[in-house]
């Protein structure tokens, strides 16, 4: 295996030998292959990180799996969601109690 990069080498560290035989860029059955480099970017593994342990250029892995988001990302999406929505929620009731603190003003102000 050539030099890999420190975090390339963890990654590959982490497949099963199944793995590593389906992502090289040797494995004759490309389908297969195709599908693994696919389920590695859907697991988070940058395009760069799977270019450099499969032996392909950045071009072929952008090509093939590029418009695949990891799965963390949609979470995440979610998540930021959820938290716009309370924001939301936060600045209403904060709009509610100005009007309110301006209309005692207002009151106060006619009245004297």
């Not at 590593?20 to 004759?28: E, H, T, V």
């Not at 389908?31 to 693994?36: G, I, L, M, S």
């Not at 590695?40 to 892995?61: N, T």
């Amino acid at each position: 295996m050539k030099n890999l990069s420190e975090k390339s080498l963890e990654v590959w560290g982490l497949l099963d030998d199944q793995e590593r035989r389906a992502i090289r860029k040797d494995n004759p059955f490309r389908a297969d292959r195709n599908e693994a480099i696919k389920a590695l970017r859907r697991r988070g593994v940058g395009m760069d990180i799977i270019a450099e342990i499969a032996g392909f250029h950045i071009g072929h892995i952008k090509r093939l799996a590029g418009k695949i988001k990891p799965v963390a990302w949609e979470f995440n999406h979610k998540k930021i969601e959820s938290k716009i929505n309370r924001i939301e929620i936060v600045i209403a009731d904060l709009l509610k109690e100005l009007s309110e603190i301006k209309t005692n003003i207002l009151t106060n102000i006619k009245d004297n």
